[in-house]
């Protein structure tokens, strides 16, 4: 799964520009009423300054990022959507249980991305691209471009829904690539080979494979 002229920042500030979007709108019913681009560029700047005062963030406490993401991210991901677009037409063939642990994997995975990034946090800079909106719309693409320092600009973009209790991100667009086609590519392939419970097993390993590297740096500490 390689997306063209990926890099660490461009995971990061995806990360960042989703988590300020998140947290905005954790607890906040009229947050519905907000026009999402404004929700996106409105509440970035604030993530971002804790970003730069969180000594523990910043020194690569995943655990303390993990509480966050999951204390204000999950609620207002629609992660049920994006699974089932990334599974594409399998997802008709899984049972209940299975969707349900397909839904919970891949959330974890995406969260542990996510979280992972933002102890990365540095220089980088967030362009917001216009953004125009029929009235009445209800699903919109909000565009931005991250600006490294050294490095050529990456357009990050976020396809959002208006659902009965807000704004939710369903795709994120890194440089032109889609994470759910990206995702279904490699899900399809892992679901030929091996069905659809061999890729709730891959991701479950990874995420495993995700937990125990983060926890080194906390054992050796203790040790």
């Not at 905005?24 to 999402?36: S, T």
Request: charged fraction near 20%; glycine fraction near 4%.
């Amino acid at each position: 799964m390689v997306f063209s002229r990926q890099s660490v920042a461009s995971w990061l500030m995806a990360g960042v520009l989703l988590c300020a979007l998140f947290i905005f709108m954790q607890g906040q019913a009229q947050a519905a009423d907000v026009a999402p681009d404004v929700l996106v560029k409105s509440t970035t700047q604030e993530v971002i300054a804790i970003l730069k005062k969180d000594k523990d963030i910043q020194s690569g406490n995943l655990h303390k990022v993990y509480a966050l993401v999951d204390a204000k991210v999950l609620p207002n991901f629609d992660f049920n959507h994006m699974t089932m677009l990334s599974v594409g037409k399998y997802w008709q063939r899984a049972t209940p249980a299975q969707r349900q642990s397909l839904v919970q994997e891949f959330r974890t995975l995406l969260v542990r991305t996510y979280a992972s990034s933002l102890t990365e946090f540095t220089n980088q800079t967030i362009e917001f691209k216009p953004f125009r909106m029929s009235p009445g719309a209800t699903d919109v693409t909000v565009q931005t471009q991250v600006n490294q320092p050294g490095g050529q600009p990456i357009p990050i973009d976020y396809s959002m829904e208006k659902t009965a209790f807000g704004w939710k991100v369903y795709d994120v667009a890194i440089d032109g690539v889609s994470l759910v086609t990206n995702y279904r590519s490699s899900f399809a392939t892992e679901i030929r080979q091996s069905g659809i419970d061999g890729l709730i097993r891959t991701l479950a390993n990874r995420n495993k494979q995700s937990e125990a590297t983060s926890l080194k740096p906390a054992i050796k500490k203790a040790s």
